[in-house]
């Protein structure tokens, strides 16, 4: 259209005889023609590469500039991205601070959003907060993840999945609590699992030494501080407050603890009946009570200090000693190894012998009782002695009066003990035995003073009494026992 315009120009120019005039027309006209042809082939070029409608390239092209300069997109005179000399890109801002730096310039505008197929997969909204997966406002400056959260791994199995490291010794989870304000139970994790009554649980924890690690810290607090604390509530049912398991070792005790033990409730063993098997009532223990070797002692505190032994004067047996009587009450403990930060075993564990005092308690009232028999038969046996000793009260006399009984030597003994005595000439006198009930064992015919011998083969363990009867009243009684 343009070229049309220059022909009808010259021809008309060319029939114009003013010499002046026409010369300075013709000269306006070249630099018209040069600036008309600047124009168009700007226009050529820039259709090359923004042309409305598309255009079709035969080879890569590219929008910008080769000089050290930034190159904007801009629409109704302002600049709405910026690409800087450097590369950074800037959506909102001509001075983009990152690779690529968004920035909203309206109160409401959130500052990106993802879709695919027509879905929000992922959100920057206007109060900071990122939304994956979702639509969903998230919270301020916070995180909503729509789906399962995997950390070092593609296939979480829960809503937080953490994968640890293979060559790292640091924690998988470290949570910190910083608040600083005094006089406030703040938690490092606040843990709900409640989805009916009778079912969910807050912490589930395994471990391959430990499962939970508790470890209250109170520094300088003079009030109490607790490890591990438990509460279990509710309306109906059967609550723990904290329940232990144990199976499956060498060892197992489903709660152990290194000090002292307290409760202000009761403390409960399972006795019941349907529980038990070869119940037997005949067991005799007051021959064993009497094999017992109770003592008084002090434990090593200072040289097994990290057990936290009891201070002070103590009172009970010595394993291996009971171990000798009661076998079933003792058992082998371990006391757990410790370990630093990195796994390392720091202090060997410790073994030791245990002994189970509760369960002396049933043996101790069974002693109770057949001493309370022995005793029983003894006053009967008294009042018949008596009877017969006021009969022959005036013979009694006499033969007493020449009569003793001494110790057996050694005692106690495991195989042959020597019994001395002393009787009356012409006086009918025997050695009788009786086992800890109070049965005679053995009756010793005795015609002159002496000695005689008892040996441990003759007898079973325990405890007896021997007694010197000369005309048929009781001139003295000692106890002795055999050991086996």
């Known amino acids: 259209m343009y070229s049309q315009y220059l022909i009808q120009l010259a021809i008309a120019l060319s029939k114009y005889n003013h010499l002046t005039i026409k010369t300075f027309i013709m000269k306006k006209l070249h630099v018209f023609t040069l600036a008309f042809f600047v124009v168009c082939i700007t226009n050529a070029y820039s259709q090359t590469f923004l042309k409305d409608g598309g255009n079709a390239l035969g080879a890569p092209g590219t929008v910008g ?26 959506i909102g801002t001509l001075t983009p601070s990152a690779q690529l730096q968004v920035k909203t310039n309206a109160s409401g505008e959130d500052g990106l959003r993802v879709q695919i197929l027509g879905v929000t ?57 910083n608040y600083t304000s005094s006089n406030s139970d703040v938690g490092g994790i606040d843990v709900t699992s409640t989805v009916a009554p009778g079912y969910g649980y807050g912490v589930y924890a395994e471990g391959g030494w430990r499962g939970v690690y508790g470890f209250g810290n109170g520094t300088t607090y003079t009030g109490s501080s607790t490890g591990v604390y438990g509460i279990a509530t509710g309306t109906a049912g059967t609550r723990y407050g904290v329940y232990g398991y144990a199976s499956g070792g060498t060892t197992n005790y489903g709660v152990y603890a290194a000090g002292n033990m307290a409760y202000t409730g009761s403390l409960f063993d399972v006795s019941d009946r349907k529980f038990k098997s070869n119940i037997n009532y005949n067991e005799t223990a007051l021959d064993k009570i009497m094999m017992l070797k109770p003592a008084t002692y002090t434990m090593k505190t200072e040289e097994f200090k990290r057990m936290n032994l009891a201070d002070g004067l103590r009172h009970g047996f010595i394993a291996q000693e009971l171990a000798e009587v009661f076998p079933e009450l003792v058992a082998e403990n371990v006391f757990p190894e410790e370990r630093d930060e990195n796994g390392k075993i720091t202090d060997e564990e410790i073994r030791y012998q245990g002994v189970n005092y509760i369960a002396m ?63 009356p000439s012409g ?15 053995k009756t010793i015919p005795l015609d002159e003073s002496g000695q005689c011998t008892i040996q441990a083969y003759e007898l079973a363990a325990g405890n007896y009494t021997y007694s010197l009867l000369v005309n048929n009243s009781v001139v003295d009684s000692k106890q002795m026992t055999l050991l086996k």
Do not use: C, M
């Open 427 to 441: 006086a009918s006198a025997f050695l009788q035995l009786n086992d800890a009930r109070g049965s005679v064992i």
């Open 361 to 423: 308690i049933p043996i101790l009232t069974k002693a109770i009782q057949e001493q309370q028999q022995i005793i029983e038969d003894l006053e009967s046996r008294l009042a018949a002695l008596e009877s017969t000793s006021n009969n022959n009260s005036g013979k009694a006399a006499s033969s007493f009066t020449s009569a003793s009984l001494e110790q057996n030597a050694p005692n106690p003994f495991s195989s042959t003990t020597v019994i001395r005595y002393s009787i």
């Open 121 to 177: 997969k992922l959100l920057v909204d206007d109060g900071g907060g990122v939304s994956v997966g979702s639509l969903t406002t998230p919270p301020a400056n916070g995180l909503y993840v729509a789906g399962d959260v995997g950390i070092a791994t593609s296939l979480p199995t829960s809503r937080l999945h953490v994968e640890g490291s293979t060559t790292s010794t640091s924690p998988v989870v470290d949570i910190d609590n």
């Open 65 to 90: 500039n080769n000089s050290n300069q930034d190159f904007g997109i801009e629409t109704d005179g302002t600049i709405r991205l910026n690409v800087q000399a450097d590369g950074d890109v800037g």
